[in-house]
């Protein structure tokens, strides 16, 4: 982790104001796409793990796309990735810059490990392409800061979207609707929590050399994931950085190793944050948890009610056995990858580079109060107000 608190940064004010909109620009789908206007949408797949594959899986069964280009650095991985797309002509590449450069490439998925994302993002957007990145933006604040840099630069006409896919998940619009409302009055205070198993096995890789198997082996390592409240638990900082209207104040936590004591990260952790307004918000998370019990969400109280939100639902509690459920009707990654093939068609622009970074920024203000085991500021980590 590499992190510089004397580093100038953009205000908090202009944190604060710049992260409670989104970025939207009017274009039309000829300026957009060009001459392929009336084309599919050709994207390449950069990082051809499990998690590229998945979300090459759904953009290549949408009718308006397909996937023409893999790249990763591990010819398995390529073979794989070929293999559960079901594609027999495709153009595959172990360096991503070639793969940037086909011209023929409309978009691209960055879904590399963690520690790539501001690099590969940023060359993506040199070349003119559109970009879905995987989260979170980066694992240290130099990357962050280099991520929103390349949003700032990027053509207006270029989508720039990231995996946070609660953003668009129907549930979640749905909770945000009835907060913004005040059906719950006025809220008073927040919680999110990610308990579950490990989701990561380390492997062996005889015949790679040392720095390659390490690699392959990211999820283990600080330096590649970010740790594990940066690698998975952003999700929940970029809930509550949408729902909350802003970035926290202060953050102060502990975290250990108790089952995974093999890895370079922990696998337990909890802190307490403040935001603005005196909201005091409690996270959890653990990757210790046996298979049959997990927890993933956040909630939302207010002096009316409650507002539960995560993947599988939302869950409005009214009143004493006064409940409203509503389920998610699919895995919201698939409303994510839509809306970014949409946006692209339709001209109707999304750049979330900066939003996306600072709720990544949300999770190393947690990381670095637990690491230090004292309490950390947003103005005296990232910069003076």
Known sequence: MSIHPTDPLVSRRSLLATSAASAFTIVSPQSVRGSQANSKISVGLIGSGGRGTYDARITHSDPRAQVTALCDLHDDRIEQAKTALKLDQVDTYKDFE????????????????????????????????????????????????????????????????????????????????????????????????????????????????AKQAEIRNWFCYRKYSGDFIVEQDCHNFDVLHWFLGGLPLRAVGYCGKKVRTSMDINDNLTLSFEWPNNVLVNFEANQLTPAGYSKVGEEFTGTKGTIATSRAAMIHYKGRNDMERIESKRDITYEGIEQFLGRILSGDVENVAERSALSTMIAILGRTAMYSGKEQTWKGLYGNA
């Open 98 to 209: 070639k793969l940037l450069a086909n011209a023929s490439l409309d978009a691209v998925i960055i879904a590399t490990p963690p520690f790539e994302h501001p690099r590969m993002l940023e060359a993506a957007v040199d070349a003119k392409k559109h970009v879905y990145c995987e989260k979170p933006a980066g694992v240290d604040l130099e990357g962050c800061r280099r991520v929103m840099k390349a949003g700032k630069k990027a053509e207006p006409r270029k989508v720039l979207s990231f995996g946070y896919q609660q953003r668009y998940g129907p549930v979640y619009l749905e909770g945000y609707k009835r907060l913004q409302e005040g059906t719950i009055g006025t809220l008073s205070t927040a919680r999110a929590y990610w308990i579950s198993g490990d989701p990561f096995t380390r492997r062996d890789y005889p015949g790679l050399d």
